[in-house]
């Protein structure tokens, strides 16, 4: 579970039995199922990150949006409800080359427009020969967006990197050299579920294959 849920649940479950110790059981019963909320909502379930050259979902929740971006990238737009696990990953391992920060909006994180205007935290990571960038970006109710790493930390595929409090959206910018495996109307889990897989990677291992079976041309003095 992550820390912050613990505060929040500690906090309310001590206002609920301040409550009832003054003879106000009833109104002190919301806070306590406020209290069992919070420590739900502040999950972090353990995940089993698959290998190989792909980049795994930074979020759970459903795929709202696949759309291109700039001239050759592609995007992948994941909301996630109030429901959802709210611990973010990395999708793939590198460097962390840029951690940049954004004030914004408070836009239903479902709406595209949220992509552009609402608050959001821009992270990008290096490595292998590719680049991922993702956004952490806050929705109708989030009001704060953590992010526990900064640029030049080292990262590892599905490694745990912030999270975004109560209901929010994360994009993840891909370039060419990415085939996606997803579509709009899929649900992911963060760290577990593969978005896209590298095709470079793909076609240079089956060059390799290529040269390694050709048979040896003799000389001839």
Known sequence: MVRDGFYYGATLVA????????????????????????????????RQIPGGPVAVAPADGKVVAVRPEGVSGQRVSIFLNIFDVHVNRTPIGGTITRVQYQKGRF????????????????????GGGTRVVFKQIAG??????????????????????????????????FGPEWDLLVREGMRVMAGSTVLARRNDVERTRDASAQVGTLEPVACRG
């Open 107 to 126: 836009l239903v994180a479902s709406k595209e427009l949220a992509s552009i205007a609402n608050e959001q935290n821009t992270v990008e990571v290096e």
């Open 15 to 46: 206002a609920g039995v301040l409550l009832s110790y003054l003879g106000q059981p009833w109104f002190a019963l919301p806070l306590f199922v406020l209290a069992a909320f919070c420590l739900y909502f502040f999950r972090d379930p353990e």
């Open 140 to 173: 109708l109710i989030a009001r704060r967006i953590v992010c526990n790493k900064k640029p030049g930390d080292k990262v590892s595929t599905g490694e745990r990197i912030g999270l975004i409090k109560f209901g929010s959206r994360v994009d993840v910018v």
